[in-house]
């Protein structure tokens, strides 16, 4: 069994920064493949950005890229996001998630994952 544990969301204006923890307990971190989802209210949940299990490539959605930056510390056990020049449409529940090695997808679809934070709300204003 595996937890993930978001924390580093918050109330920003626009152009501001936030980075993203989230902290997995459980089984070997190293294996996973890890993203980022979000979800505003009355929305789908979307695609963020993914890291893989090994390399770290990293996947970003396009409405984030160059923006947004995922990265993973397997030693502390922890996925961050780093998120700049932050805009109102940014705002929503971000979500982290892992892939168990077992377990090939493509990191775009939220079906690919298999363990799930409780996520961390991201307001940002105008």
């Known amino acids: 069994q595996v937890q993930l544990v978001e924390s580093g969301g918050g109330v920003v204006q626009a152009g501001d920064s936030l980075r993203l923890s989230c902290a997995a307990f459980g089984r070997t971190f190293s294996s996973f493949a890890l993203g980022w989802f979000r979800q505003a209210p009355g929305k789908e949940r979307e695609f963020v950005a993914a890291?893989?299990?090994?390399?770290?490539?990293?996947y970003y959605a396009d409405s984030v890229k160059g923006r947004f930056t995922i990265s993973r510390d397997n030693a502390r056990k922890t996925v961050y996001l780093q998120m700049n020049s932050l805009k109102p449409e940014d705002t929503a529940g971000y979500y982290c998630?892992?892939?168990?090695?077992?377990?090939?997808?493509?990191?775009?679809?939220?079906?690919?994952?298999?363990?799930w934070g409780q996520g961390t709300q991201v307001t940002v204003s105008s």
């Open positions: 890291i893989s299990r090994t390399f770290s490539i990293t």
């Open positions: 998630a892992a892939q168990v090695p077992d377990h090939d997808g493509n990191y775009a679809y939220s079906s690919s994952y298999d363990y």
